[in-house]
DNA sequence: GCGACAG
DNA sequence: ATCTTGTCGC
């Protein structure tokens, strides 16, 4: 159960930080990478609020092919705020996650992982939930800071919440503005890295592309209707 | 007190 | 997260 009220919620990030999680490795071959997306509706501007209607995909992919998705129609837990985002989109991530009948054996977020002010932010506490190991992929770092990488397809610079290394810049497309890689649950940073940039054939890893995709597409339909 | 702050 | 206009490139 995800916790509905900010001390809850702290309370469990800040036991997740402290919890270790034994490491993951990647298959050799067949893996299966998984993404997850949420969407609200156009127009609205600012953080929200609970109840705000909310469309959530999730796909299941193996070698470049699509081999599952689901779009779930749900509501926001409660507003954005910076350090929660858990209690706005992590049951709605979870229910849409479970309901891939194929378990991926790991699943891209647009979260952070250790960077955040409690060391455990959507990405790691997600996979805790699910079990599964992740990813983070974010546009931007909550906290820490570091300086964007050289202009070549797979640079990468280091991101730092003081002395500690939580996540990195990463370059997946020469001329755009680098993605920031937070290792999740079970996944260090440079699998993340590798995970990362081998899902990447735009700026935006492809698990993550198709779910934002189809969470959009599912939303386009409801308006018309 | 104020701004910054994943989505 | 979402909006906005034009603009550049394949």
């Avoid at 001329?175 to 440079?190: A, E, F, K």
Wanted: net charge positive; aromatic share 4%.
């Amino acid at each position: 159960m995800w916790p509905t009220d900010e001390e809850s919620l702290v309370a469990r990030q800040r036991e997740l930080a402290a919890t270790p999680a034994e490491p993951w490795t990647p298959p050799d071959e067949g893996l299966r990478t998984g993404g997850c997306w949420v969407c609200f509706a156009r127009g609205q501007a600012g953080p929200g609020s609970a109840g705000d209607p909310a469309w959530t995909a999730s796909v299941a992919m193996r070698e470049g092919r699509v081999l599952e998705q689901h779009v779930i129609r749900g509501a926001a837990g409660a507003a954005y705020v910076p350090g929660l985002l858990a209690l706005r989109l992590g049951a709605l991530m979870e229910q849409a996650v479970r309901a891939l009948a194929g378990r991926p054996d790991v699943l891209l977020v647009d979260a952070t992982g250790r960077d955040h002010p409690h060391r455990a932010g959507l990405a790691l506490h997600l996979g805790a939930e699910l079990a599964m190991p992740t990813v983070g992929v974010t546009h931007r770092p909550l906290r820490a800071e570091g300086p964007w990488p050289a202009d070549r397809r797979g640079a990468t610079s280091p991101l730092r919440l003081g002395d500690e290394v939580v996540a990195c810049w990463l370059r997946t497309r020469p001329g755009v503005r680098p993605l920031v890689v937070h290792p999740g649950w079970r996944v260090d940073l440079h699998t993340a890295v590798a995970l990362v940039s081998g899902a990447a054939r735009r700026r935006t890893p492809e698990p993550l592309r198709r779910a934002r995709q189809a969470a959009r597409e599912a939303r386009s339909r409801a308006d018309v209707r």
